[in-house]
């Protein structure tokens, strides 16, 4: 336990030098995220008649406030770090060191976390304290089962865009991947719509997906929107996919290195 500690220790103080040497890059990176402002804005037009599907306009802005903060604390990249490395020859000397090039992408990505906390709490969190009625549990049950889902969300995340990142190993344009899934989170995860705002079939059907469980799923609990055996079982099925979307990358990696041949290192 000790070695696992110290080692990420070490790998967390040099994401953060990287964090800090490439902050503003970072910055820029986040502007991606802006896309829930700008929904927040759309969907507060359309509110303001009244309601929609049982959310008011100070729900709506509580829910892409809490989105926002979501999205950029589960925010992933390593599909890209892992096509580079594959395409250049950079994953071999990875390979040589005594730990699986996973964890250097998971200190990396949790220390530029740090730096994305410091920009959008205080930002959403000054909104929501300007918003009347907004709809927030903030007892100490809701938030350890927000913490959990948050977390839990970022490993569903990360593991499938590390999956999508292996499939560099046999094809030269994964890329095309990458993007197709990032589409595919913008409307399956409730980023620029809650899912309420779906067909009732279309809804069901998405529960049982690993997606509302990346974004809309968390954000629910924070609005106290699911609670009691509603919030035991989704945390449940995000376990589940969490660790099922672990285990198909750890065997789409396995397989990968056995045909993994170096170009350029």
């Known amino acids: 336990m000790r070695h696992w500690l110290r080692m990420y220790g070490a790998l967390l103080r040099m994401g953060w030098s990287t964090v ?15 896309l829930m402002v700008t929904m927040m804005l759309v969907w507060l037009g359309i509110s303001s008649a009244g309601p929609v599907n049982g959310y008011t306009s100070a729900d709506f802005v509580a829910y892409f406030m809490i989105g926002w903060v979501v999205r950029n604390l589960t925010a992933v990249w390593v599909s890209w770090e892992l096509d580079y490395r594959i395409r250049e020859g950079k994953l071999s000397p990875m390979l040589l060191r005594p730990m699986h ?53 970022w ?13 560099a190993f046999w094809l030269s344009q994964a890329s095309a991947f990458f993007e197709v899934f990032y589409g595919l989170t913008l409307v399956l995860t409730g980023a620029i719509a809650p899912l309420a705002m779906f067909p009732e079939a279309i809804q069901q059907a998405l529960w049982w997906s690993p997606f509302p469980y990346m974004l809309s799923f968390p954000v629910e609990i924070a609005l106290g929107r699911i609670t009691g055996e509603a919030l035991t079982l989704g945390l449940g099925v995000q376990a589940a996919w969490a660790l099922l979307c672990t285990a198909v990358a750890a065997l789409m990696w396995r397989l990968a290195l056995r045909s993994y041949t170096a170009v350029g290192a």
């Open 101 to 153: 090039p996973i964890h250097h992408d998971i200190a990396f990505h949790w220390a530029e976390k740090g730096l994305r906390s410091v920009i959008v709490l205080p930002i959403a969190a000054l909104v929501l304290l300007l918003t009347p009625n907004a709809p927030l549990k903030l007892d100490v049950p809701t938030l350890l089962a927000f913490t959990v889902s948050l977390f839990m969300a």
């Open 155 to 167: 490993a569903i995340k990360f593991m499938i865009d590390f999956s999508l990142g292996v499939l």
């Open 20 to 34: 800090m040497e490439y902050r503003a890059q970072i910055v820029i990176w986040m502007t991606n995220s802006l």
